[in-house]
């Protein structure tokens, strides 16, 4: 009687474990409410709720500031008992590695950063094949050759995004230009419609936004210019004049580690997924944009996920027209993700 | 070529410097009637979000701008009551109104991010429009920026050439005299720290109604930082700060022009120089001369008790 009882109850035990739901946390540098960066993000942990339900249990904490904070809050998590955290921004790489060394059973990944351990993965997605396929479309619809780029801040993921963006235009037309202007900032709606106005002023007539809000797209839309976005779908900012987005979709990747997780082939890596994965994409094409053009990018899309064609294959001259890289070489992601010079096309300064 | 950079830029200038206006105006009343307010950019973001949520709800624009108005105004009239009858630092309170007013709008703005709403559209004013080069920059804009037009010169006028001025002026510089006058000195301050809310309120819905018409959270930016730093630069006058709210927002416009016409002046040291300009004025007004006439009103952030009758 013993015996069974004691059998029961590891049988219990057993059941419980199984059943109770892998603990998915997620660290975000911003608020959801962003309409950018973290909501991307955010729109990533949903799909993860959505397609796992109640095997997994997911939360996630917003606008968590850099430094101490952020390691008494991963701390906190990882002894609370969430098998997975994910840190979704670079400025969390350190406090990542750092609590990650504590707490080597539980899963860490961080997004755009380069350190890993046993259990710490990296992970980013080349968001710069799908700024190539938008820059084919602007090429194509631009009538004047000028073609506006707000962006961010000079740091190689903003310059690889300009530079695969200007290659992209000007493989439908070789004479275009695209002229950069610097907002300094990732978060200020109204500087960022300011900076693509003086743009348009000067003659550009499709806008490409890089920046967090959706400003930059109403200022098009205002003035008559086709737009661009970035992030996320924008169509409702710019409804007549909307092309499409460079998009990130997160939950691809996150839904994928899961189940890696889940069935124990989970291993520590630097994960750089692209258009072949998912992660990266285009939002829908507007009708805007002639079928013919459509046919193209998708043709391109499709050589860009087989592998048939890289962004970056040469050759590529830089500003001042000097050869950067030879006809069938290419550039390496050790090249890509240091990238501190444009191609030939962009007009605009890199502030040293 | 260069002429479009300069119409632009004015045009620009008078876009950007309208929220800062209004948000530097409400402070200089605050402040005048001896209540230092920091809480501009709470105020702001308060007023940004109701603004949009009512312009969303109810597709109207002026009830949004009159609803943002009022919620920035109970915020300030929390800043009034906390410093005011209760007598605690200023600085303190009006702190906690930004990150009171920026958590609040977060939370209940999250359902409005990533929708799009009706704006506010230039309106051109017949004849003035018309006059050569300047016409069209000043006088086909949204109604908002001419309320800016309107109210700057009215508050000169109110603050200078009217009894209320006059005594909003005393509270400010000589509570207790302004008392022994027969000035509810208290209600003074209740009064111009909440219209001052009010105004910021407006400045915020400015942001959400008519240069974008959007919603993020944190979509001021600093701007209610600026607001602070340019009643200094203002020297608490009205009609100077409506100088300095275009100065300044021209100043943030001018780096893009400047980009885009290859001009090899950092936009870092362009944005600078307000900043500088207001440190001139403050040493300025520094020696005990220049103070009396131009520095901040003598009884600003100091709480007033009337003495004890012995």
């Known amino acids: 009687m013993k015996k069974l009882l004691l059998l029961l109850a590891v049988l219990l035990v057993a059941v419980v474990a199984i059943a109770s739901p892998l603990k998915v946390a997620f660290i975000y540098v911003g608020p959801v409410g962003d309409a950018g960066w973290t909501y991307a993000h955010d729109l990533g942990r949903q799909y993860v709720q959505n397609v796992f339900g109640n095997k997994v249990q997911v939360t996630y904490i917003e606008s968590v500031p850099e430094g101490a904070e952020a390691i008494t809050v991963l701390k906190s998590l990882a002894s609370r008992g969430f098998n997975v955290i994910y840190t979704t921004s670079f400025s969390y790489m350190n406090q990542t590695f750092q609590v990650a060394k504590q707490f080597p059973k539980v899963i ?15 992970y980013f997605g080349r968001i710069y094949q799908a700024e190539f396929l938008t820059g084919l479309i602007a090429g194509a619809m631009t009538k004047d050759g000028k073609i506006g780029y707000v962006a961010a801040y000079p740091i190689p993921e903003v310059i690889r995004g300009i530079d695969a963006f200007t290659i992209g235009v000007r493989m439908v037309n070789p004479k275009a230009t695209v002229q950069v202007v610097w907002v300094n900032s990732w978060y200020d709606p109204a500087t960022e419609k300011e900076a693509a106005i003086s743009l348009i002023n000067a003659g550009c007539d499709v806008i490409k936004s890089e920046t967090d809000s959706a400003a930059p797209l109403q200022a098009a839309e205002e003035h008559h210019v086709y737009a661009i976005g970035y992030n996320t779908d924008m169509i409702k900012f710019a409804p007549h004049y909307y092309l499409t987005s460079a998009v990130f979709n997160w939950g691809k990747f996150y839904v994928s580690d899961i189940k890696k997780i889940m069935n124990g082939t989970w291993k520590s890596q630097k994960y750089w997924g692209g258009l072949d994965d998912g992660v990266v994409g285009l939002a829908p094409i507007t009708n805007n944009v002639p079928e013919q053009v459509k046919k193209l990018v998708k043709a391109m899309e499709n050589e860009l996920k087989d592998h048939k064609f890289r962004v970056f294959d040469g050759p590529i ?20 993700l240091s990238m501190d010079w444009f191609v030939e096309g962009v007009i605009g300064k890199i502030p040293k | 070529m260069s002429h479009d950079i300069l119409t632009s830029t004015f045009a620009g200038a008078i876009r950007s410097g309208t929220p800062l206006l209004f948000a530097t105006l409400g402070e200089i009343l605050a402040e005048r009637s001896g209540i230092l307010n920091l809480g501009v950019e709470g105020m702001m973001l308060i007023g940004a979000f109701t603004g ?17 108005m009022g919620a920035a105004a109970i915020l300030a009239s929390l800043h009034a009551f906390v410093s005011i009858t209760l007598k605690v630092n200023q600085v303190v309170s009006g702190l906690a109104l930004v990150f009171l007013g920026a958590g609040l709008s977060g939370f209940w703005g999250q359902r409005f991010v990533g929708i799009q709403s009706v704006s506010f559209v230039n309106v051109k004013i017949p004849l003035l429009a018309e006059i050569p080069f300047v016409g069209n920059i000043l006088f086909n804009r949204d109604p908002l920026v001419y309320v800016g037009y ?5 508050i000169w006028w109110y603050l200078y050439k009217t009894k209320y001025g006059m005594n ?13 006058r027969g000035i509810n000195v208290s209600l003074t301050r209740y009064i111009y720290t909440i219209m ?9 819905a400015y942001l959400s109604l008519a240069y974008t018409s959007m919603w993020v959270e944190n979509m001021t930016a600093g701007r209610g930082w600026i607001a602070v730093v340019l009643v200094i630069f203002a020297i608490w006058d009205p009609l100077l700060a409506m100088l300095g709210a275009y100065l300044f927002g021209g100043i943030s416009v001018l780096q893009f022009g400047l980009q885009v016409t290859q001009t090899p002046i950092p936009p870092n040291i362009m944005k600078m120089f307000p900043y500088l300009f207001t440190v001139l004025v403050m040493l300025f007004t520094s020696s005990e001369k220049m103070k009396k006439r131009f520095g901040a009103p003598s009884a600003l952030g100091v709480p007033y008790s009337r003495e004890e009758k012995t």
């Open chain 1, 108 to 122: 860490f990944e961080n997004c755009s950063g380069y350190k890993t351990l046993p259990n710490m993965g990296d």
């Open chain 2, 52 to 68: 949009f949520a009512v312009s969303y709800t109810t597709s109207n624009l002026w009830l949004a701008v009159v609803a943002a």
């Open chain 2, 196 to 204: 001052g809310g009010a105004l910021a309120g407006l400045g915020g």
């Open chain 2, 168 to 180: 909003l002026r005393a509270v400010g510089e000589a509570p207790g005299a302004a008392d022994a």
């Open chain 2, 150 to 154: 309107v109210l700057a010169p009215f």
């Open chain 1, 317 to 336: 001259y830089d500003q001042n027209g000097k050869l950067k890289v030879a006809a069938g070489q290419t550039l390496s992601d050790q090249d890509l």
